[in-house]
């Protein structure tokens, strides 16, 4: 008897070839109806045998194409039969309602890495897309960085702009291509080109329809571009989330110039290689670390430096890791296609402004950089920076994520009954919205210090809520007064409900439901700087703590930070504090290279600063003790990026030295105390011991606080869960040490995966902790 069956399929299914898909799995089954895209997921109607039928059911989740993510089939059967004659697949069909609606929304893939299908065809001379720079497939190529709205159909994409010629027309139109409704198809007749200029060539703009000088067939343009970045010139390299500025990477004074054109004194750049080959001349790369770089995500993964290794130095000041990927577009593969040497591929802004996406505003900014343009006249509508992770453990953990992450929604194993929008903190930041069982985290924002990056972030969020059919009815926020992403959350008037969250509470709520947990733990929150209840600025906690409260058991005691955020920049400052803490003004007389350079340096009047609490914040921060640590030793007294001190400090650190010293706990062991610590590390310095032994002595001293803090909570409160977040957690010689401690311990740890250890994790942790609150009305 023939009956027909309704299907709706959630998840992330549209953009992915899944109608193709499911009238392959039809077909196959003599079935016949109909599928199409709605506003909630692919729906989908079949009508034969009933056994037929149920067997589809299985084919569909067993089955289902490589991009796609099913999170529910909602079946309804045994409906009365329509008599379809066939199987078709119907355009997107969307009632009025659904498009204005807020009552589904569809998750949208993020940008995917050329395909290995694609890869064949731009390599054989045989196809009509050889060398075609922007080709794409069903199951590969740009997604979020060119949608405009939803539903995702070409129409609302920037490929809109690009008329399909009437090859690419039947084959999109070709249930059984693997294009068929692949949105940014396109080939050399129809689709965008590549340009080659120079920047003064572009002071008129860039169009389709007034293409520069250099313009020719893309096989052309791009070897030329190839043979200027071996000449040694600096290119700006249009990609899909944004622009790059490249350079032959073995070529020094090409990266010693783009560094100091850039005004990136330090920053580490990173690197592109055609192969997996040549990054392993380079850096050791682990069975792990090789997937992720191969995979369809195609981040910048971390990686540890071999000593033989000819990149030069300039590349990343002080480190011994270089960040690589592999190429993720086509224009990519063309470029580096037989190049036996990495180039730089590093964010094409300047000093610390988000990623160009613009061609103009790319040519302003860049134009003084680059010697060159390497641009194509496809739109960018959301700007997305590389994403950057590495491997700890055995298991990814991401410390950017961006690019082929975002905005692919995180499930947390918790159910947000109400929508939130939670801003975020101030660098590294990212904003995140929740709905039903999910977590929309944006895409990496950058430090909201300056107006581009507000834009970025105020952009960002009105296309989110565009996209995903969002109406948050509550917003949460960090609790620092001067936080841009504060400021913005104060100044929302549609939304009345409003929440503050301490910064470090955040971190170890991040941290949980990056790990899917529940309930009370112990959390180590160790960072930079956060707002505490207190009004003062903390950064080396320790709670007990869920997703509602957090209660501070123990904390690195408070110092002054004399000059503010002077003294972020500049770590001498609080190393000189921390010895003035230790030995008094005696500190003084030590005879130590440190101390001869402080008077030179203005120490007398940040004494009397101290002495007189001016312009003095107190701090409790364990990010600003390894400044101190890294100055006293003499790494580095000032720092051009955010966290410099440390990461030099990491670096030189002895990884065979077991050797360890000991902070003092107070306090009823709530205050933990730096002197000993101190006093031991100058002990040894005067002796003549090793600075490389120094550090190494102090990142295992707090691995050893952790764990006896840890100990000392499992015996007052019998818990047994340890939850480490924040961006001291980045350190990976600390983080293995502090896990390798705990769980000799017996303690189960927690650690990040999903979401960045630093501020680019505090909006998933905020909206956390404010859906947990408003489930049990404390607001
Ligand atoms: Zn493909
Ligand atoms: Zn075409």
């Not at 070839?17 to 729906?43: C, E, H, I, K």
């Not at 037989?338 to 061609?359: A, H, K, Q, W, Y």
């Not at 409003?498 to 709520?509: S, Y």
């Not at 105390?673 to 032994?693: F, I, M, W």
Request: aromatic share 8%.
């Amino acid at each position: 008897m023939v009956t027909r069956s309704e299907i709706l399929v959630r998840g992330i299914v549209q953009g992915v070839g899944f109608r193709p898909f499911v009238y392959t799995q039809a077909s196959r089954l003599d079935l016949r109806g109909r599928v199409r895209n709605n506003t909630t997921g692919v729906l989908i109607e079949v009508e034969g045998n009933h056994g037929d039928i149920v067997q589809f059911v299985t084919d569909l989740k067993a089955n289902a194409p490589p991009l796609s993510t099913i999170e529910s089939v909602e079946c309804n059967h045994y409906l009365e039969p329509a008599d379809y004659s066939d199987f078709a697949i119907l355009e997107s069909a969307y009632e009025a309602d659904d498009i204005g609606g807020d009552e589904h929304f569809v998750p949208i893939s993020a940008d995917v890495a050329t395909c290995d299908d694609c890869l064949r065809e731009l390599f054989d001379p045989q196809d009509r897309r050889f060398q075609y720079p922007f080709i794409n497939c069903t199951n590969c190529g740009p997604r979020f960085t060119i949608i405009e709205d939803i539903p995702y159909d070409r129409a609302r994409t920037t490929m809109r702009e690009f008329e399909m010629c009437a090859e690419c027309r039947a084959e999109y139109e070709d249930p059984l291509n693997r294009r068929f409704h692949a949105e940014p198809t396109a080939c050399s007749v129809c689709g965008p080109r590549v340009f080659l200029s120079e920047p003064t060539a572009l002071a008129g703009g860039v169009s389709a329809s007034n293409p520069p000088a250099h313009a020719g067939g893309s096989d052309n343009v791009i070897s030329a571009a190839r043979g200027l970045l071996l000449s040694g010139k600096i290119l700006a390299i249009k990609g899909i989330g944004g622009f790059h500025l490249a350079c032959d990477a073995l070529n020094s004074e090409a990266v010693e110039r783009l560094r100091q054109q850039k005004y990136r004194e330090d920053k580490p750049f990173s690197l592109m290689a055609a192969s997996v080959a040549i990054i392993k001349e380079h850096c050791l790369a682990s069975q792990e670390e090789e997937e992720l770089l191969l995979s369809e995500r195609r981040p910048i993964v971390v990686l540890g430096r071999k000593s033989g290794s000819t990149i030069p130095r300039a590349v990343a000041p002080g480190l011994n890791n270089l960040g690589w990927m592999l190429p993720y577009s086509p224009l990519h593969h063309l470029l580096l296609k037989g190049l036996d040497r990495p180039l730089v591929m590093t964010s094409g802004n300047v000093s610390d402004e988000p990623i160009c996406f613009g061609d103009e505003q790319a040519v302003n900014r860049l134009g003084k950089i680059a010697d060159y343009f390497l641009l194509h006249d496809r739109r960018i509508h959301m700007r997305t920076d590389d994403s950057v992770t590495r491997v700890q453990g055995g298991r990814e953990t991401v410390l950017r994520r961006s690019r082929g992450y975002a905005p692919e929604p995180i499930r947390t194993g918790v159910r947000f009954e109400t929508q939130i929008l939670a801003c975020g903190a101030e660098l590294k930041n990212t904003f995140c919205f929740t709905r039903d069982n999910y977590a929309f985290i944006s895409h990496h924002i950058g430090d909201l210090e300056n107006l581009e990056t507000l834009r970025s972030f105020t952009e960002g969020i009105g296309h989110f809520k565009r996209l995903f059919h969002l109406r948050p009815e509550v917003v949460a926020y960090d609790l620092h007064p001067e936080y841009l992403s504060t400021k913005y959350a104060l100044g929302i008037n549609d939304i009345s409900t409003k929440i503050p969250v301490q910064h470090h509470h955040a971190h170890i709520a991040s941290c949980m439901a990056d790990n899917e947990i529940d309930g009370e733990v112990i959390g180590v929150a160790l960072d930079g700087l956060g707002f505490g209840t207190d009004g003062r600025l903390w950064g080396g906690e320790f709670f007990v703590a869920d997703f509602v409260e957090a209660e501070r058991i123990a904390h690195l005691v408070e110092v002054p930070m004399p000059g503010g955020a002077k003294a972020i920049r500049e770590p001498w400052r609080m190393a000189a504090v921390y010895l003035q803490q230790t030995f008094g003004d005696e500190f003084l007389n030590l005879d130590l290279p440190f101390v001869k350079e402080l008077e030179p340096r203005g120490w007398p009047t940040l004494r009397s600063m101290i002495a007189t609490q001016t312009n003095c914040p107190e701090t409790s921060s364990m990010g600003r003790l390894f400044d101190a640590v890294s100055s006293l030793i003499g790494v580095r007294s000032q720092v051009n990026y955010e966290g410099q001190a440390a990461i030099e400090l990491e670096a030189m650190a002895d990884r065979d030295c077991a050797q360890s010293y000991e902070f003092g706990i107070g306090g009823n062991g709530k205050l933990i105390e730096a002197h000993d610590v101190v006093h031991a590390a100058v002990s040894d310095l005067l002796s003549g011991t090793s600075p490389s032994v120094v550090s190494a002595a102090f990142h295992r001293a707090v691995a050893r606080l952790i764990a006896t803090i840890a100990e000392q909570a499992r015996e007052e409160r019998k818990l047994n869960r340890v939850v480490l977040s924040g961006g001291v957690f980045q350190n990976q010689l600390l983080l293995r040490q502090t896990i390798e401690l705990l769980r000799r311990s017996g303690f189960e740890v927690f650690t990040h995966a999903r979401v960045p250890t630093n501020d680019g994790g505090i909006s998933l942790g905020q909206a956390s902790i404010a859906n947990a609150r408003i489930k049990l009305g404390r607001i």
